[in-house]
């Protein structure tokens, strides 16, 4: 079943606004991780933060993890028409080998 | 360096068809291996997953199973296809489960 529950589903903003995903999950977790996803293609890993780390920056991205709220949330900031595609965020489990995925928020940067 | 092939790219099969899809990886040694299934507009779907050779966990009870045979090579096969295995077949691999690398997915479409 799924972990993450990203929200809002779709999000469309213009060009130089930031952007907020959000992500909730269900159990505990080793670490969460947030990947991009352009149409119709393969997910490229944004960033990981660990379950004892609140807050995470990597260039223009900002990922924040409440683990009492089992939360987190990416934030993409001065937005480009590039950054259009779909967000999902992924746990990682304690003993799991595996990645479980939400559904998603699919972003649209209007230039 | 680290690569992950995966094809073919797409893909158009009668239903009642068999399915063989390949992927392969480079440049790294046991790594675990994934396959996952993206429905249109959806979250992505954890099908199969593999720690070793010879070595496959089952997520979810379907018509598909999935094979190592080797330990950089992940096949995912069915005997008869279904008209709702279509969908965006994705496999990824990962070492320490800190990143997870994804091949460039097949689009299945059973007709």
């Known amino acids: 079943s799924q972990q993450g529950e990203e929200d809002p589903q779709a999000l469309s903003i213009q060009e130089g606004e930031n952007a907020t995903m959000n992500c909730s999950y269900k159990t505990s977790i080793n670490n969460l991780q947030w990947y991009r996803q352009n149409s119709g293609r393969g997910l490229v890993h944004l960033i990981l933060?660990?379950?004892?780390?609140r807050e995470k920056h990597s260039g223009r991205l900002r990922v924040t993890l409440d683990t009492s709220k089992k939360s987190s949330s990416l934030l993409i900031t001065a937005s480009r028409a590039a950054d259009t595609a779909s967000y999902f965020c992924a746990t990682d489990g304690g003993g799991s080998e595996k990645l479980v995925f939400g559904k998603g928020t699919k972003l649209t940067v209007n230039p | 360096s680290q690569t992950i092939h995966q094809w073919p790219a797409t893909l158009v099969q009668p239903v009642g068809s068999p399915l063989s899809l390949e992927c392969t990886v480079e440049?790294?040694?046991?790594?675990?291996l994934y396959w996952y299934r993206q429905a249109a507009g959806r979250g992505l779907q954890l099908l199969f997953y593999s720690v070793g050779i010879g070595q496959i966990s089952s997520e979810v009870p379907q018509n598909l199973s999935a094979s190592r045979p080797q330990d950089r090579q992940f096949i995912l096969s069915s005997k008869k296809l279904l008209l709702s295995d279509s969908g965006f077949y994705l496999c990824?691999?990962?070492?320490?489960?800190?990143?997870?690398?994804f091949g460039s997915g097949t689009r299945l479409t059973v007709v």
């Open positions: 990824a691999w990962s070492v320490n489960r800190a990143h997870y690398t």
């Open positions: 440049g790294t040694s046991n790594p675990n």
């Open positions: 933060i660990r379950s004892n780390e």
